[in-house]
């Protein structure tokens, strides 16, 4: 991913549910990414309704987004925490599990699935990207959704 943040473009009055899903794993670091996600889908959806939902870890983050995505009700769903990378493959492993459930689950629904669970080397890289306003990821993730829920209600039009 690039360092810069693209401009924020604006959105109609729609109304929209967005859901997001947080670990409380790594909470400091996470609670900046959620922060940031429900800031940036305000500023660009200000119409829009937008619930969290905390589970305790990563690994816990697809089968809540798995029951949000069956239930029909959100515009999209964004998946948000913090893997660091510790001496073992732990965190590579647990990584591309969630990554896959989250893929599975979005395309096995029809519902966009944002993927804003991070894995970093260490506490540098987490500052700058759940904490920092530059390189945001939560940010991101919350421009991500109200961009793709807008691509989807085109194509379902």
């Known amino acids: 991913m690039s360092n810069a943040i693209p401009p924020r473009p604006r959105f109609g009055s729609s109304k929209r549910l967005f859901v997001i899903v947080a ?16 800031a940036e889908v305000g500023r660009l959806a200000p119409n829009t309704r ?14 809540v987004v798995q029951e949000v995505a069956s239930q029909k009700k959100a515009d999209a769903i964004i998946a948000l925490g913090l893997i660091l990378k510790g001496q073992t493959d732990h965190a590579e492993n647990l990584s591309r599990s969630v990554t896959e459930a989250l893929q599975r689950i979005a395309l096995e629904h029809g519902i966009p699935v944002l993927n804003g669970v991070l894995s970093v080397e260490n506490e540098i ?33």
Do not use: K, W
């Not at 306003?133 to 807008?150: D, L, M, P």
């Open 125 to 157: 890289q987490a500052q700058e990207r759940c904490l920092g306003e530059q390189i945001n990821r939560g940010t991101e993730a919350g421009r991500a959704a109200v961009e793709i829920a807008a691509v989807m209600d085109d194509l379902r039009a």
């Open 23 to 38: 670990s409380q794993f790594n909470a400091h670091y996470v609670q900046g990414l959620v922060s940031h996600a429900i």
């Open 50 to 63: 937008t619930e969290l939902l905390q589970v305790p870890g990563a690994f816990e983050i697809p089968i």
